[in-house]
């Protein structure tokens, strides 16, 4: 027994008990003979105090203690006389009667904090280290809190969790598989999953009726920001349901999520908006509406009036910044620029003040008169004060740019606040995207989504603009702008799965041969069934306020995919290489 | 909403309810033109009933439903007239008034019933269809079950389950790694993890005090009976802790999954045994303590009476097989023939008959007195009517062979119900094992293993009969003769380590090459720390009574490592291969 108590434990009640701590030395300092030490542990701090008139080795080994050092010590417990409110422990102190130190500590390479003084490359080799500091032991508790409640709600509704194997088989569709070469198969590989998808549908043809994961997916694609070669999901799947079953079953378990994990009561139904106005308000499928500032479709009001721009134009939208009125000149060149960089890709910027007194002012003054002008300020929403921001283009396009713009004014604002939650559903997506260049139609999700029943003669008609307003019984869970999760239900009917095919020009040998496997377990019985998959990382990183998931892992990868703690991946022995009858081509 | 309720769910109470129910057809039958179908799903069977008198359409679709079709079907709630007190449902059944066709199935290639007429190959190719089986569904809902039992116990002690990476670095020691070719760092490899161990070690030096994960783990070996290349472990580590404190939380554990999973008490505490004593006394590192049959050294009774076999022996040893005095000379043959296996590897087998009427008659009945017969069976605990089988040689070789003798006369005895557990911790293993061929050295757990305190003198002394009465700080969980975990109290001493090393014979270059990373990590404060894996597996078919893993694996591969369903491993492509930088050196 190395410990009575954790550091996070004491309290005035306790005073003038005898206890022994464990942990590690946060910091020490002299005062007047006296030796104050900060004694660290996961569950928090406690102060340690080594009197003057202590014992003279006592005293001394209090004196020799670094930053770091193991040490546990037995003392009273007393009252402190300066108390500390911002400590759960800040009330109390232990007068030390011994220090046994369990294992000295090199001088750590940065300070061990709330915030640290390392850079990230340093931060990274010494994860072990980094993830002593409060806020990143902060974020994997939060990331065991959800994973636990995840379960817990799914076990109360008659999920079953159910491992699905990790060395499976490389599939033609998809990303990058990450491969494992088989050495009792020489010359043959098993793939890493890049999600259970398969064999969850498996498990609902063999009766399981509702399943779920939380499980690793692996893929191997250059590493956008804030991605990971291997990733966690939350898995689901259900027999004999519709999307209203499903969408019931996910939201009450992200409301139980957000109430025990954050204690936020989240709407009750959730709000669901259709991907049509997802894109015509907000300009993406994974809307942030913590605040309005929507996209206005200003083309009737615009078009028609002399500004070639405009009229030549199959779109033109605007949103109203609050009491952005007061931009300089200086300021809206800025934010011209901005939607001009390449990662916005606007052609330009059009403005619109609509001042405080209620008179307007525009970048486009010679085209309209100042009635119009107030008149497109209005469909756009303007408040006098604001400042009406305009793009034009190809609808969709134009759309996404202004949606970007949005988020950006967001920000500036200080509308996205991340202690905030408003998730939402996305639904009625379109099943197909028609593909210009191709000439084709391709699955807005996977070939295996359903249409939505009501759009069942559109499925199956000949005409191509009845196959674009299929809509699918697909469905997004979107929070703060991020898409946390999303799924459908799937197609279990044979002649549903062939006109997919049919529309999708896969032809009877080639669906064979990419699906042919999971088309054949559908011959046996295969029950209506949907689900949907969230990312795990992802979800932990937003219910704690953060944007980037790489805190929320324990042990995250780099850009490169580099661990570069335990300097992974690295090469291996002949002997190995030998023995999986490879030889590498690369050259040293 | 497909169904109201469950194929699991009604209930006499139920009776006049209108109800929609879905699932597979069980089977279907014709009584005097009423049609019965056994309605299934994963929570039960309910029957229905389409009356002779229904609408033709009814009838006709009832009379087409093969087995495994997929129904949906809406009817009223009846009280059956022959009651069916086997099943929970057996009271009611539905009078049908509409099916709906879901969707049909081809005849099933084997019967998908509590037994199934498949062979084991074939059940393998469609995992999917023998997964509908009860026996299938009940070992992987107590699966689900037990994953859960651990999760809630060791939550409610403040641990935190941390997923550790999938994609590590390949070690030099242990078993074989499966490997996983980098493209973005071309010529390197990942490794999967054969445990989380070094990671959980890092977690414990990153304060997290309390770890668990129940994680998928790798092992590329030539496959035994009943292993797999990956296989799930129940992985934990505690800081700050003593033997005692990690025995006591385990134990816990253990107590509640058998207590609500199976409804099963077992003894508070758990017994104890040495490791001596489990190899003195069972011949066995896991010994199955539910039924007696001990072994006796009988070494210093039968030396010296001129028997060449026995005085040229280290060891001999004896077990009494309980009633089977009996045995005809023809079974005794066969037992010896048994032994003489290389599986067992036994000389030769000795026997002494201790007839009912106290009598007794010996294979070696020339060397020795009646007398001398009858005290070496009371040597052995044999009662009048048992038959004591005698073993000679090495000391350790010759206990592991009674061992496995033992074993086989419990099994033939009817002494090893599965439904009888006998759950207990062996200690005090040997810290090092001495290998004559080599002539050093080698640990028996690992070289992080810490000696039991009140050894550490004969840690440090030179004598090699000092260091062979070492004990580990290393405990191993067993249960009805399997052991199903098993972990250590670690060094995090630097000193102490540096002292493990010197024994072994590793150098300080081969020990900073092997283990620097660690060794490294240990200088910035390591605390004192401990930990065990469980092989879940393991633990869930033992708890299910039964021997095999497989069953309680979804989607498991056979002894070849391959999984028939999917097929794989397979071939990549050319473009896969050509982007790992990889060249298959293996003919096709």
Not at 72 to 87: D, H, I, P, W, Y
Not at 138 to 146: G, N, T
Not at 294 to 312: A, P, Q, Y
Not at 351 to 369: E, Q
Request: glycine share 8%; net charge negative.
């Amino acid at each position: 027994m190395y410990r009575t108590h954790t550091c996070g434990e004491l309290r005035i009640a306790d005073k003038g008990k005898k206890v022994t701590l464990a942990g590690w030395v946060q910091k020490s300092r002299k005062l007047g003979g006296m030796t104050f030490i900060d004694l660290r542990d996961r569950y928090g701090i406690t102060q340690l105090v080594v009197e003057a008139d202590a014992a003279p080795e006592l005293v001394a080994t209090a004196s020799e203690l670094g930053r770091e050092f193991v040490i546990q010590v037995t003392g009273e417990v007393l009252e402190r006389e300066s108390k500390n409110a911002k400590m759960a422990t800040g009330d109390v102190e232990i007068k030390v009667e011994s220090i046994n130190v369990l294992n000295k500590s090199v001088t750590p390479p940065f300070t061990i904090e709330e915030t640290s003084d390392g850079g990230e490359d340093l931060r990274a080799k010494y994860r072990y280290l980094d993830l002593r500091r409060p806020p990143l032991q902060r974020a994997l508790a939060l990331r065991h809190r959800l994973a636990h409640e995840v379960r817990n709600y799914l076990d109360s509704k008659g999920f079953m969790e159910i491992e699905t194997p990790y060395l499976i088989k490389s599939t033609p569709e998809g990303a990058r598989d990450f491969v494992v070469p088989s050495r009792m198969n020489p010359g043959t590989f098993y793939a890493l999953p890049q999600s259970p998808q398969t064999f969850k549908q498996l498990l609902m043809v063999a009766g399981y009726d509702r399943y779920f994961q939380i499980v690793r997916c692996f893929r191997d694609e250059d590493l956008r920001a804030d991605r990971q070669p291997e990733f966690t999901q939350i898995d689901c799947e259900m027999s004999f349901v519709e999307q209203e079953d499903v969408l019931g079953m996910f939201e009450g378990m992200m409301r139980q999520m957000f109430k025990n994990a954050l204690g936020v009561d989240i709407p009750d139904p959730l709000p669901r908006m259709s991907w049509y106005d997802a894109m015509d308000s907000y300009g993406s499928d994974k809307p942030d509406v913590r605040f309005g500032m929507k996209i206005h479709d200003i083309t009737d009001d615009v078009k028609g009036h002399g500004f070639g721009v405009f009229d030549g134009s199959e779109y033109i939208g605007a949103i109203a910044a609050d009491g952005c009125a007061e931009y300089t000149r200086k300021q809206i060149d800025e934010l011209t620029e901005w939607v001009k960089r390449p990662q916005v890709g606007a052609k330009g910027l059009v403005y619109i003040r609509l001042n405080a007194d209620g008179s307007v002012k525009s970048s486009i003054d010679k085209f309209y008169t100042p009635e119009q002008l107030s008149a497109i300020a209005a469909k756009a929403e303007a408040k006098p004060g604001d400042l009406v921001l305009v793009l034009c283009g190809p609808k969709r396009k134009t759309q996404t740019q202004l949606g970007v713009l949005r988020i950006e004014m967001g920000n500036r604002l200080g509308y996205r606040d991340p202690k905030v939650f408003a998730p939402l559903w996305i639904v009625d997506f379109p099943l197909f995207e028609w593909s210009e260049e191709d000439g084709r139609f391709y699955a807005m999700h996977h070939p295996f989504t359903a249409p939505k029943p009501e759009h069942i003669d559109w499925y199956y008609s000949d005409k191509k603009e009845d196959l674009e307003r299929v809509c699918a019984n697909a469905y997004d869970f979107v929070l703060n702008g991020t898409e946390l999760g999303g799924g459908s239900i799937r197609i279990h009917d044979a002649q549903m799965q062939e006109r997919m095919f049919d529309i999708l020009g896969i032809s009877k040998e080639d669906a064979e041969y990419k699906f042919g496997f999971i088309i054949n377990a559908f011959k046996f019985g295969a029950p209506p069934h949907g689900g949907l998959a969230f990312g795990f990382d992802r979800v932990c990183a937003l219910f704690g306020g953060q944007e980037t998931i790489r805190d929320y892992i324990a042990f995250p990868k780099n850009n490169q995919g580099r661990d570069v703690m335990i300097d992974s991946p690295s090469e291996i022995d002949q002997v190995q290489m030998d023995e999986l009858f490879l030889a590498s081509t690369f050259k040293k």
